[in-house]
């Protein structure tokens, strides 16, 4: 008999649901040659049974009304999914009462267990759907560090009272006859507001006069002097002397911001090109270094907000007009060269201003924290290594781009914030990775660190952080840079 050739696995008693499904293992079958070929069917051949192996002998489970009744309502319940799903997908706004719709065909379920089973599996699969459909994105899914938008762009949760009554003070500060600056960093301080986030860079920067009745006339003869660079010089970037710079620009636009689908259009791609070009022909000793690519992106992102209402990231530019593109270009540049008016000896022949900044910070660090600095000395980590892309891109390449626009609302409220301020962030920013520094002991596992610092996940709330810690050193600290200013 086939009963006595076989193991038994399930004692006849047994009620548990499942268990009277039998499959008649034919584990004598399996030669002995094979005996390794998995731990999973060695375990079972070694494992005796709990059970005797005659205990359920008797127990017929092949019988017609058994099989009946299960495939009963396994067929109900696979009826119920798929009309729960085809619902779901033809009218998803009604599909949580068709959750418990069954038609009356498939009523066939013969105990409560069962129905109680079947209605869970339906629920189940019907909230796994609601939830899927609920989730997909309306753009292309971007990584979280390719997200632009702060805690006032669309889609967050709606302002605090508090927010609000900041919102309302910069509104009030902007729109008086002439702006009081020195109050307007005061309020910037603490990052500005999403809405008033463009003027406010265009008066912190340099790039608008404080007089309201003068800016105007200022943008409009701002704009019209750069699109008349634009004419005068943009030409010659096929000319032989100009080639070298025109490359090495038409080779880093691309990997601006690679993850961010705004900085991947053609369209913008030709108005960096245009912009950097520019400010190259403009400031021949320095010319183009690579770096100064990724400083252009803030201001375009800022100045593009004051005419789109949704996040940024996925904006086709081509539904602005030719005009507002053109203001948008214009701004960015005039920004950028303000911005790096105060710090060009960091772009000029051996960046000295690199190499001065990158020695303050050591210094800083071995006064704010002797024990790290004395770890990357026994490790022969040099400061160099690292921090030279920290002051090259001033801590762009460490964060995501919407932190670093948070970052810019205090570095243009702050006087010398790009040159000055920005080396007390970074000492503040490597004493943030203090554990994790200790934690390394190799060279090599200290530089994977620090060129690849966690950040992914930072918002506006761990930048604020990072800046009160840093106006700390600044004010404990004053003098350890004095060599560099001199």
Same mark, same amino acid.
């Given at each position: 008999?086939?009963?006595?050739?076989?193991?038994?696995?399930?004692?006849?008693?047994?009620?548990?649901? #499942?268990?009277?499904?039998?499959?008649?293992?034919?584990?004598?079958?399996?030669?002995?040659?094979?005996?390794?070929?998995?731990?999973?069917? %060695?375990?079972?051949?070694?494992?005796?049974?709990?059970?005797?192996?005659?205990?359920? %002998? %008797?127990?017929?489970?092949?019988?017609?009304?058994?099989?009946?009744?299960?495939?009963?309502?396994?067929?109900?319940?696979?009826?119920?999914?798929?009309?729960?799903?085809?619902?779901?997908?033809?009218?998803?706004?009604?599909?949580?009462?068709?959750?418990?719709?069954?038609?009356?065909?498939?009523?066939?379920?013969?105990?409560?267990?069962?129905?109680?089973?079947?209605?869970?599996?339906?629920?189940?699969?019907?909230?796994?759907?609601?939830?899927? /459909?609920?989730?997909? !994105?309306?753009? !292309?899914?971007?990584?979280?560090?390719?997200?632009?938008?702060?805690?006032?762009?669309?889609?967050?949760?709606?302002?605090?009272?508090?927010?609000?009554?900041?919102?309302?003070?910069?509104?009030?500060?902007?729109?008086?006859?002439?702006?009081?600056?020195?109050?307007?960093?005061?309020?910037?301080?603490?990052?500005?507001?999403?809405?008033?986030?463009?003027?406010?860079?265009?008066?912190?920067?340099?790039?608008?006069?404080?007089?309201?009745?003068?800016?105007?006339?200022?943008?409009?003869?701002?704009?019209?002097?750069?699109? #008349?660079?634009?004419?005068?010089?943009?030409?010659?970037?096929?000319?032989?002397?100009? *080639?070298?710079?025109?490359?090495?620009?038409?080779?880093?636009?691309?990997?601006?911001?690679?993850?961010? !689908?705004?900085?991947?259009?053609?369209?913008? *791609?030709?108005?960096?090109?245009?912009?950097?070009?520019?400010?190259?022909?403009?400031?021949?000793?320095?010319?183009?270094?690579? #770096?100064?690519?990724?400083?252009?992106?803030?201001?375009?992102?800022?100045?593009?907000?004051?005419?789109?209402?949704?996040?940024?990231?996925?904006?086709?530019?081509?539904?602005?007009?030719?005009?507002?593109?053109?203001?948008?270009?214009?701004?960015?540049?005039?920004?950028?060269?303000?911005?790096?008016?105060?710090?060009?000896?960091?772009?000029?022949?051996? /960046?000295?201003?690199?190499?001065?900044?990158?020695?303050?910070?050591? %210094?800083?660090?071995?006064?704010?924290?002797? /024990?790290?600095?004395?770890?990357?000395?026994?490790?022969?980590?040099?400061?160099? *290594?690292?921090?030279?892309?920290?002051?090259?891109?001033?801590?762009?390449?460490?964060?995501?781009?919407?932190?670093?626009?948070?970052?810019?609302?205090?570095?243009?409220?702050? !006087?010398?914030?790009?040159?000055?301020?920005?080396?007390?962030?970074?000492?503040?920013?490597?004493?943030?990775?203090?554990?994790?520094?200790?934690?390394?002991?190799?060279? *090599? #596992?200290?530089?994977?660190?620090?060129?690849?610092?966690?950040?992914?996940?930072?918002?506006?709330?761990?930048?604020?952080?990072?800046?009160?810690?840093?106006?700390?050193?600044?004010?404990?600290?004053?003098?350890?840079?004095?060599?560099?200013?001199?």
């Amino acid at each position: 008999m086939a009963a006595e050739n076989s193991k038994q696995f399930w004692k006849r008693s047994a009620k548990l649901p #499942g268990s009277f499904i039998k499959e008649r293992s034919k584990v004598s079958a399996v030669p002995l040659k094979n005996k390794k070929a998995s731990s999973f069917h %060695e375990f079972a051949r070694n494992t005796s049974d709990a059970w005797d192996v005659g205990d359920d %002998e %008797e127990e017929d489970f092949s019988s017609p009304p058994f099989q009946t009744l299960n495939s009963k309502v396994a067929l109900a319940t696979a009826a119920q999914v798929l009309e729960n799903h085809s619902k779901l997908r033809g009218k998803p706004e009604r599909a949580q009462s068709a959750a418990f719709d069954t038609p009356a065909s498939y009523q066939v379920i013969k105990s409560s267990s069962d129905a109680q089973l079947s209605r869970n599996a339906s629920d189940t699969c019907l909230r796994n759907a609601l939830h899927k /459909q609920q989730s997909l !994105p309306l753009r !292309p899914v971007i990584p979280l560090v390719a997200r632009i938008s702060d805690q006032n762009a669309s889609g967050a949760p709606p302002m605090t009272v508090r927010e609000k009554t900041r919102l309302e003070k910069f509104r009030q500060l902007l729109s008086s006859h002439s702006t009081d600056l020195d109050e307007l960093r005061k309020c910037s301080w603490p990052g500005v507001p999403r809405e008033v986030r463009p003027v406010t860079w265009r008066l912190l920067s340099g790039y608008l006069p404080a007089n309201a009745e003068r800016r105007t006339p200022t943008l409009q003869r701002k704009r019209e002097e750069y699109f #008349g660079f634009i004419e005068q010089y943009y030409d010659s970037r096929n000319e032989e002397h100009h *080639q070298d710079t025109y490359r090495q620009i038409h080779i880093d636009i691309p990997r601006t911001n690679p993850l961010i !689908p705004l900085f991947q259009q053609p369209l913008v *791609q030709e108005i960096f090109e245009r912009i950097l070009f520019i400010w190259a022909i403009r400031h021949p000793a320095s010319g183009y270094v690579q #770096g100064i690519n990724d400083l252009v992106t803030p201001f375009f992102v800022v100045f593009l907000s004051e005419y789109v209402e949704e996040d940024v990231e996925n904006f086709d530019v081509t539904n602005l007009s030719q005009d507002v593109l053109r203001s948008i270009e214009a701004d960015s540049f005039w920004c950028m060269s303000k911005l790096l008016d105060g710090i060009q000896d960091n772009y000029t022949f051996a /960046q000295p201003g690199i190499q001065k900044k990158v020695k303050a910070l050591e %210094e800083l660090v071995s006064r704010i924290d002797e /024990q790290v600095h004395s770890h990357f000395r026994r490790y022969e980590v040099e400061y160099l *290594q690292f921090a030279f892309r920290w002051m090259n891109n001033l801590l762009m390449r460490e964060l995501p781009l919407r932190c670093t626009i948070r970052l810019w609302d205090t570095y243009q409220s702050e !006087p010398e914030g790009f040159s000055h301020f920005h080396l007390y962030v970074c000492a503040a920013f490597l004493i943030k990775w203090r554990k994790e520094i200790l934690d390394e002991e190799d060279f *090599q #596992g200290l530089l994977m660190l620090l060129q690849n610092l966690p950040t992914i996940h930072w918002g506006n709330e761990e930048i604020g952080l990072l800046l009160a810690e840093a106006y700390r050193l600044k004010y404990m600290f004053a003098d350890a840079p004095n060599h560099y200013r001199r």
